[in-house]
């Protein structure tokens, strides 16, 4: 990337598109996007960028990727066109990057790693209860009958 330029036809509307297509997608409801920043690209394209902020960044970037890669799959695509990928290249963060029409656009979250757990204790071996003495179970005593069918003598309607 270069430095930032003036917004172009061609990155309005692919800003335009990468917000309806971030409502469409339902991955607003985990992140919003910020920063947005229109640049050239190391091939000459323009260039748009948007960083995602919320709690959710990894899942919402997740969705709106798989999402994104199905739609743009079923567009009329324009020679030059790329379907969404993950992109690894810039250290500390992930962006899902693709170009429609001429232009990059490109959705990232910093990927900050996850702080490192405590170590798991193993849990505490209980000993067994000792044995108890066999005592000899019997009923103490006859339980009530019930009819087999309470119902049966019902009385007649008159």
């Known amino acids: 990337m270069t430095t930032a330029e003036t917004l172009t036809a061609d990155t309005a509307l692919a800003k335009h598109r990468l917000i309806r297509d971030w409502s469409d997608s339902g991955a607003g409801c985990w992140a919003t996007l910020v920063d947005w920043v229109q640049t050239t690209a190391d091939d000459g394209s323009p260039l748009v960028s948007a960083r995602l902020a919320g709690p959710h960044e990894p ?16 567009q009329r695509p ?4 790329v379907l969404p ?7 500390g ?5 693709w170009r429609q029409d001429g ?9 900050t790693p996850e702080a490192p757990t ?10 067994a209860p000792p044995p108890r003495a066999t005592v000899a179970v019997t009923p103490s005593g006859r339980l009530p ?7 049966r003598h019902t009385p007649k309607e008159q």
């Open 118 to 127: 405590a170590a798991v204790t193993p849990p505490r071996v209980v000993p």
């Open 145 to 151: 009958r019930r009819p087999a069918n309470r119902f």
């Open 59 to 74: 899942d919402a970037l997740v969705v709106f990727g798989a999402r994104q890669e199905s739609y743009l799959a079923l």
């Open 93 to 97: 963060r992930v962006a899902c990057v």
């Open 78 to 81: 324009v020679p030059g066109d």
């Open 85 to 91: 990928t993950l992109d690894y290249t810039v250290p």
């Open 103 to 111: 232009v990059w656009t490109e959705v990232w979250h910093p990927n």
